[in-house]
C-alpha cells in the first residue's frame, strides 16, 4: 500500500511540527512555572518535552523566543476565552462584564501556571519587559473595545477610554498575582466581585 508522500504514522510534516511546538510550549510552561524549582533553561524544556535541541530551534531562536511565545499564546487564550464569554452572555453591560471577568480569573484557577509566569516571572526578567508590555497592551486595547461595545455612547471615549481600561487590566492582574503568591487575602469570587466593580465604574461616564 502506498504511503502518501510527507506522511508519517497518519500525520503530515506541517502536523507533527505543530504537535513538537504545542509539546515544546507544554514544557515551558510547566518548566517556568515551578516553584522554587531549577531555572528554566532550553535543556530543561527539551528534557521536559522528550525532544531534542535540534527540534526547539526549529521553533524557537533560543529561549527568550520561547518564553516570549508563551507569553503570547496565554494572551491569545486570554482574548478568546472572554471574547467568547461575552459573545454568548445574553444580558445587560453589568453582567456581560462580570462573566467576562469570571472567564480570565477562572483560566488561572484552572491552571495557575499560566498566571505564575505571565503575572509574576515575566515582568521579573528585563529581556521579556517589552513583550510583557505588549501583552498587557493587547489585553487593555481589548478591554476598552469592549468596553465601547457593551456600553456605546456610555463608554469612556478615546484616550479615556484606553487610560482606564489600562487601569482596569493592570489591577486586575496584580489582583490575581497577589492571590497566586498569597500575597492578596482575598479568592477568586472577591476578586471577580471587586474588578466587576472597578470595570463598570471605569469603562463608562
Do not use: N
Amino acid at each position: 500500500m502506498a504511503v502518501k508522500q510527507g506522511v508519517y504514522r497518519g500525520q503530515t510534516a506541517e502536523q507533527r511540527a505543530a504537535d513538537r511546538r504545542a509539546r515544546l510550549l507544554e514544557a515551558t510552561l510547566d518548566v517556568w512555572s515551578r516553584v522554587d524549582g531549577p531555572s528554566v533553561t532550553m535543556t530543561r524544556i527539551c528534557q521536559e518535552a522528550g525532544l531534542t535541541e535540534r527540534y526547539f530551534y526549529e521553533q524557537f531562536s533560543g529561549l527568550d523566543d520561547a518564553l516570549a511565545s508563551l507569553l503570547r499564546e496565554i494572551q491569545d487564550e486570554i482574548i478568546a476565552v472572554t471574547l467568547a464569554t461575552i459573545e454568548r452572555t445574553e444580558c445587560g453591560p453589568a453582567e456581560r462584564a462580570r462573566a467576562a471577568v469570571e472567564a480570565f480569573v477562572a483560566l488561572f484557577v484552572e491552571d495557575p501556571r499560566k498566571g505564575r509566569v505571565s503575572m509574576i516571572l515575566a515582568p521579573g526578567r528585563p529581556e521579556l519587559r517589552g513583550h510583557r508590555q505588549t501583552m498587557m497592551r493587547a489585553l487593555s486595547d481589548f478591554a476598552a473595545a469592549e468596553a465601547a461595545e457593551l456600553y456605546g455612547e456610555d463608554a469612556e471615549p478615546g484616550p479615556e477610554g484606553r487610560l482606564a481600561a489600562t487601569i482596569f487590566i493592570g489591577g486586575l492582574s496584580e489582583l490575581v498575582a497577589g492571590w497566586l503568591d498569597g500575597s492578596v487575602d482575598a479568592g477568586p469570587d472577591e476578586i471577580v466581585e471587586a474588578a466587576t466593580r472597578a470595570f463598570t465604574r471605569l469603562a463608562h461616564r
